[in-house]
């Protein structure tokens, strides 16, 4: 009964937010003028948001890991001439830092400062913990969370300076964890902590700070084609112990096939996405937490974020 109450309760509270979100008028920011760096930008969302950005009116600075690559030489040939492409590896202090050069000497207006950072970066991995090493850990957290703490710190005195936007991208499974992705998790949550945190400090400047949380998109990026998922199932088996392999082989197979499912299931189209970060960058209010994700995620969410674990272990 009390299950049934608070299920009741949790989508009235749903539809009255949809209907205040749905109905509450917007007032959008004139782009001219402004800048935005936007890292990730080889493929995928990343590539998706530069360009948009750049039919916008902004003056985009689009962070790609190769440069000589398909992807930046698409966004070169494609892009006005305020799309500036640079080589940024959000794990290397030295590159981020040439990149905040980059950006300050080539500023619309210096003083004014830079409107925007949108955090796209990221990687992701497959595969239940014990079957992983701490490096495999490791290298997702470098790129995921400390890349986007690394490039945020690095820019932050420009937004300061602009009374700009902070704009991170997160995950559904930032807020709930599932098996064979807990590194994935960890690097996410550790976003979701750090964007939360952001916010608090830098309101005071004026400084909006926005996650974006999407569902699964695995169609839409290149984060997992049939070649990285490959690479990936290498690399787990091949670090295994042969007890485990002998223990854990059917299971094994079982999430490379899932994981190969997902890429078919999930949505191709990259404009849900980018349209929330178009949004927190141009809305005059712009939204704490964006969500784009299919029916299956957002009911996921709420049972996981509002139900006791041992309900929702029960379903999950």
């Known amino acids: 009964m009390c299950c049934l109450i608070l299920l009741s309760v949790i989508c009235i509270i749903g539809v009255t937010l949809f209907v205040f979100r749905s109905t509450r008028p917007k007032k959008m ?11 990730g930008c080889d493929t995928g969302f990343g590539h998706a948001i530069a360009k948009r950005f750049d039919e916008a009116g902004f003056t985009v600075f689009a962070g790609v890991l190769y440069p000589e690559k398909a992807g930046a030489m698409k966004l070169r040939a494609e892009g006005s001439e305020r799309l500036h492409v640079i080589h940024m590896d959000v794990t290397k202090d030295s590159q981020v830092q040439e990149a905040v050069d980059y950006v300050q000497k080539h500023l619309p207006d210096p003083d004014k400062g830079l409107w925007a ?8 991995c497959f595969g239940q913990a014990e079957w ?13 969370l400390w890349g986007t703490v690394r490039v945020t710190n690095a820019f932050t005195p420009l937004v300061r300076k602009s009374k700009g ?6 995950s559904v499974l930032a807020r709930q964890g599932t098996a064979g992705f807990a590194h994935y998790s960890i690097s996410k949550h550790g976003v979701e902590a750090f964007s939360q945190c952001l916010r608090y400090e830098l309101r005071n400047f004026g400084v909006r700070v926005s996650i974006v949380e999407p569902g699964n998109f695995m169609a839409a990026t290149n984060i997992y084609t049939n070649e990285n998922i490959d690479g990936v199932r290498d ?9 485990q392999k002998t223990v854990f082989e059917k299971d094994f197979n079982s999430m490379v096939d899932i994981v190969r499912f997902s890429r078919t299931i999930g949505s191709a189209d990259t ?5 929330c970060f178009l949004d927190a960058v141009l809305n005059e209010s712009p939204r704490v937490r964006y969500e784009p994700k299919d029916l299956y995620w957002t009911i996921r969410t709420l049972i996981l974020a509002h139900f006791p674990e041992e309900i929702s272990d029960l379903i999950f």
């Open 132 to 144: 992983c090493t701490v490096d495999m850990f490791k290298r997702i957290a470098d790129v995921n």
């Open 29 to 39: 920011l004139d782009p001219t003028g402004r800048a935005v760096v936007v890292t």
């Open 235 to 243: 690399e787990l088996w091949a670090n295994m112990k042969d007890e």
């Open 117 to 124: 950072v949108a955090n796209n970066a990221g990687i992701s």
């Open 165 to 170: 936007r902070i704009v991170n991208i997160g």
């Open 271 to 275: 404009s849900p996405v980018v349209d």
